[in-house]
């Protein structure tokens, strides 16, 4: 595309414990969500798995597991890959909308698990 100057950014919430990187065109946004832990020192660690090892600390953004990745368009619609492979647990939402109701099912199963599951434990569950 001409003239489709490319911004780029990255959004760190660290009561979420995530960093959001992206980069922008004037009709496409693709971004990575990646968790990570504020260290004492300011640094930040994100997490990856390696062969035989599960959630090895590392301070590469590149190499962290993905939370979610993907992209969305200029109409709103999108995809989101969940998982550490590419498309693997992809889903398509068209807007956010889409997005709010995944976000309330997901809550509501919690609040059911709450409520229905005696063992639940809600402290280990936030």
């Known amino acids: 595309m001409s003239g489709d100057k490319k911004r780029t950014g990255e959004v760190v ?3 979420m414990g995530v960093t959001i990187r992206w980069e922008a065109s004037d009709t496409w946004m693709d971004f990575m969500a990646k968790c990570h832990t504020r260290q004492d020192d300011g640094s930040v660690i994100y ?3 390696e062969e035989v090892l599960c959630n090895m600390p590392t301070e590469d953004f590149d190499k962290a597991n993905r939370l979610v990745g993907g992209f969305i368009k200029w109409d709103g619609c999108g995809e989101w890959d969940f998982g550490t ?4 647990g992809r889903i398509h939402f068209c807007g956010a909308s889409h997005i709010r109701q995944l ?12 409520q229905h599951m005696p063992s639940f434990d809600e402290e280990l569950a936030k």
């Open 85 to 88: 492979e590419e498309g693997e």
């Open 103 to 114: 976000t309330w099912s997901i809550e509501q199963v919690f609040a059911l698990a709450k």
């Open 13 to 15: 919430n660290d009561d």
């Open 47 to 49: 997490y990856a798995d």
